[in-house]
């Protein structure tokens, strides 16, 4: 029997081995030393930012962002509803009221006008939200520079959850360095993993040092114990730092793989009737992290569900789109503006097998099977 073929598992593919194996020599096995420091030096490069803090998890990531931020109770957040239940989730933590807005038919990514007109709703009501979250989706990066005119003119916090998106661009501009604060994830599937872990990003030394506090059980700088705050244990390994360096020092040909997939696919299966892809934006460069198509059942013989069965039971992992958060149970009492286009995005899409690990083979077995269904 044939190794199954995963969605995007982790590619370790240079110095993890080397990297792990000196610190664990080195002794500096907490969430504190040299590896740390290195990593987290080189994502804020990478991302072009002034601060970068290595914690646990893209969740993490966002919910020191907004504790960071003052973001509490009675604050609203709008979030986009086609995206993973982690970036609404730290909304909820801090005791705030996310609201689901709809995608943008054209690029998946949050839709800029109904996050226009809701903000304008909500003034004309003398109301204030607090934040903006932007996702930059499946690797592509929302469209930064019209949501924050919108979030200056109101007086928004924006707040980019990158966490699929580390070697996106926008407009020449990285994906972390896009809004007033920035999440990254290096799940086990990411494009960069530490085996579980994500990172703050910030130009703000003050939000950096605060969400470093914050995550480090807020200890303040004294011999005993003390605590004025509420804290978190949400630091990154010196260990898993490591994988996270030597990650990185590939990303430039992690990008490039899954760039190659994406094109491989939407050349081989872009003509079949009823078969699309996520849009590219004109704006940016995706990471193509994920490479999603969607199947129009009223023009194909089959649906996307029919499609994940077919790969999934020759050992080809597949995955629907995102479902809408506004149709998550957790989510039931929340508001949401629109939702049909996340909707049908969920409806039609499927994630197809994008890691960088990929072999052509792998990737030709995936087009065989889909062919087989649609063509």
């Not at 930064?144 to 020449?172: K, M, P, Q």
Request: with cysteine.
């Amino acid at each position: 029997m044939q190794p199954r073929v995963f969605l995007s598992p982790p590619h370790l593919d240079g110095n993890e081995a080397a990297y792990v194996a000196e610190a664990l020599a080195s002794g500096w096995v907490a969430p504190v030393g040299p590896f740390l420091a290195r990593f987290e030096e080189q994502v804020a490069a990478v991302c072009g930012v002034e601060h970068a803090v290595a914690v646990s998890s893209g969740t993490a990531a966002l919910h020191l962002a907004l504790l960071a931020h003052g973001v509490g109770p009675g604050d609203e957040v709008l979030v986009p509803t086609l995206t993973f239940a982690a970036s609404a989730n730290p909304v909820v933590y801090v005791g705030a009221r996310p609201v689901f807005v709809d995608a943008d038919p054209a690029t998946w990514q949050l839709d800029v006008s109904l996050v226009g007109s809701t903000l304008a709703a909500r003034a004309a009501e003398g109301r204030a939200v607090r934040a903006v979250m932007s996702v930059d989706l499946y690797g592509q990066c929302a469209d930064a520079d019209a949501l924050r005119e919108l979030c200056d003119a109101h007086g928004a916090l924006l707040i980019e959850d990158a966490a699929e998106a580390l070697g996106a661009t926008y407009r020449g501009r990285p994906a972390g360095s896009l809004g007033d604060v920035a999440a990254l994830s290096f799940n086990g599937n990411k494009i960069v993993t530490t085996s579980g872990g994500g990172m703050l990003l910030t130009d703000s030394a003050e939000i950096a040092s605060r969400a470093r506090h914050l995550a480090t059980q807020a200890r303040e700088p004294v011999a005993h114990y003390e605590h004025k705050d509420i804290g978190h244990n949400y630091r990154l390994s010196n260990v898993l730092a490591a994988l996270g360096v030597a990650q990185v020092e590939r990303l430039d040909a992690k990008v490039a793989r899954r760039g190659e997939h994406r094109a491989a696919y939407e050349g081989a299966l872009g003509a079949l009737p009823g078969v699309g892809f996520m849009p590219v934006a004109a704006y940016g460069e995706p990471n193509h992290w994920l490479t999603v198509l969607t199947v129009d059942p009223a023009l194909a013989r089959v649906d996307s569900a029919a499609v994940i069965g077919a790969l999934d039971a020759v050992g080809l992992e597949a995955r629907p789109a995102w479902k809408p958060l506004h149709r998550q149970p957790a989510f039931a009492d929340c508001e949401s503006v629109g939702g049909a286009v996340a909707e049908r995005v969920f409806a039609t899409g499927v994630c197809l097998p994008s890691g960088s690990s990929l072999t052509d083979a792998e990737r030709d077995e995936v087009v065989e099977v889909v062919l087989g269904m649609l063509g």
